[in-house]
C-alpha cells in the first residue's frame, strides 16, 4: 500500500431523461374476458446526461437516488454534478456498478452551497450504510454530511478514482458492531482513493481498509488532514 497520512485531531451533449409510462399487463380469463392484474413502468431516455443536475425537496429531482438511477438506464456524455439542495434526505446512495455507465466521465454530489452542514443524508433505516461504492471509478463525495448508526461510506470490490472530500460523517459514538465505520474499504480492491479534509466521528473504526489478501496490495491511496475522533475501538485500522 502506498498511503500518504496527515491526520489532525460519442454521444449527444444533451441533457437525458427519462419519461415514464405505466402499462398495464392483461391476461384472459376463461370466459374469454380481460382482466388486468398487473403493472410495469417503461422508462424512456431522450438523450444522455451530462452538466448538472439539481436535487432539492420542490424540484424535478427530489433524492440523489433518482439521477443515479437516470445514470444507469440513460448513460452520460459528459462529466455529471449532482447539486443538492440543503435539506435532510433519508436514502442510501447506491454508487454500485457505475464504470461502464460513467463511460470514462466525472460524477460529482456536493451541497449546492458548498456547505457540508446543509446536505444531511441519513439512509433509510435505523442502522444503515448512507453510500455504498462498488465497481465504479471517477466519482466525487464532497461538501455532504452522512449522519446516523451503521456506516458512512463503504468500497467494496473493485474502484478506481474515487474522492472524499470536505465531508462530515457523524456515526453513532455507542456502537459495539465490528461492521460499523465511517469509511470502510473491506475487501477492496481500490486504486486512487483520496479521503482528504474530513470530519469523521464515531463507529467502531473511524478509517478501516483490508484487501483481498496479504499478495493484492492497495495502491495509491491518499489519507490527508481527516480530524478522526470518537470510534468505540480505534480511530485507524489497517491490515
Not at 82 to 95: H, M, N, P, Q
Not at 101 to 124: F, M, Q, R
Not at 206 to 212: A, L, M, S
Request: aromatic share 8%.
Amino acid at each position: 500500500m502506498q498511503l500518504l497520512l496527515n491526520i489532525s485531531n460519442k454521444h449527444p451533449a444533451n441533457r437525458k431523461t427519462a419519461s415514464k409510462q405505466r402499462q398495464p399487463i392483461t391476461r384472459i380469463r376463461a370466459n374469454n374476458t380481460p382482466d388486468t392484474v398487473a403493472s410495469k413502468s417503461v422508462y424512456a431516455c431522450s438523450s444522455y446526461l451530462s452538466g448538472t443536475y439539481n436535487v432539492s425537496s420542490i424540484g424535478t429531482y427530489t433524492s440523489i437516488g433518482s439521477i443515479l438511477d437516470l445514470i444507469r438506464i440513460c448513460g452520460v456524455s459528459g462529466d455529471v454534478t449532482i447539486s443538492v439542495a440543503k435539506g435532510t434526505y433519508a436514502e442510501d446512495l447506491d454508487f454500485s456498478d457505475l464504470w461502464n455507465s460513467l463511460n470514462g466521465h466525472k460524477l460529482t454530489v456536493t451541497a449546492a452551497s458548498g456547505n457540508a452542514e446543509d446536505v444531511v443524508i441519513t439512509g433509510t433505516a435505523a442502522a444503515s450504510t448512507k453510500a455504498f461504492i462498488s465497481n465504479s471509478r471517477n466519482i466525487v463525495l464532497t461538501n455532504l454530511t452522512f449522519e446516523g448508526v451503521g456506516s458512512g461510506v463503504v468500497l467494496e470490490d473493485t474502484n478506481d478514482n474515487i474522492e472524499i472530500s470536505n465531508c462530515r460523517i457523524l456515526m453513532d459514538t455507542t456502537t459495539t458492531n465490528k461492521m460499523y465505520c465511517c469509511i470502510s474499504m473491506l475487501q477492496c480492491r481500490p486504486n486512487k482513493v483520496k479521503i482528504v479534509n474530513n470530519e469523521l466521528r464515531g463507529a467502531f473504526y473511524g478509517i478501516q481498509t483490508e484487501g483481498f489478501s496479504a499478495r493484492e496490495q492497495m495502491t495509491n491511496i491518499t489519507v490527508c488532514d481527516n480530524y478522526i475522533y470518537g470510534a468505540e475501538y480505534g480511530n485507524l485500522f489497517y491490515y
